[in-house]
C-alpha cells in the first residue's frame, strides 16, 4: 500500500518559484536513491536531479543554480526548490524512491510557466 504522495505544482509566472514535495504514505525501508525527473509536451522523461548515497547530483545544466534538491530521511520526503522558473521549464515533473529491491513513483504533478 506504500505510495508516493506529491504536491506543491500548478501555475506560475516566469520567474517565480515552487517547492515540489513528495512523501511516502507507508514506510519505505531502506532507500537509498530520491530522484525528481520530469517530462514536458513532446518530450521523453528526463532526469532531472538525484540523492544517492548522501550525494546530490544535477543532471541538467539548465537547472543549475536555479532548482535544489533536498530529502528529510526521517519523513521519506523528497523535495524540489525550484526558483526563477522558466516557460521551458513546464513538464510533469515525476518523484523516484528506490531501494536495491523495489522502485517506487509518484503520479507526477504538472508545472505550468506561463504569463
Known amino acids: 500500500q506504500v505510495q508516493l504522495v506529491e504536491s506543491g505544482g500548478g501555475l506560475v509566472q516566469p520567474g517565480g518559484s515552487l517547492r515540489l514535495s513528495c512523501a511516502a504514505s507507508g514506510s519505505i525501508f531502506g532507500v537509498n536513491v530520491m530522484g525528481w525527473y520530469r517530462q514536458a509536451p513532446g518530450k521523453e522523461r528526463e532526469l532531472v536531479a538525484s540523492?544517492?548515497?548522501?550525494?546530490?547530483?544535477n543532471h541538467r545544466e539548465s537547472v543549475k543554480g536555479r532548482f535544489t534538491i533536498s530529502r528529510d530521511n526521517a519523513k521519506n520526503t523528497l523535495y524540489l526548490q525550484m526558483n526563477s522558473l522558466k516557460p521551458e521549464d513546464t513538464a510533469v515533473y515525476y518523484c523516484q524512491m528506490s531501494t536495491s529491491f523495489m522502485i517506487y513513483w509518484g503520479k507526477g504533478t504538472l508545472v505550468t510557466v506561463s504569463s
Open positions: 540523492i544517492s548515497g548522501g550525494a546530490i547530483t
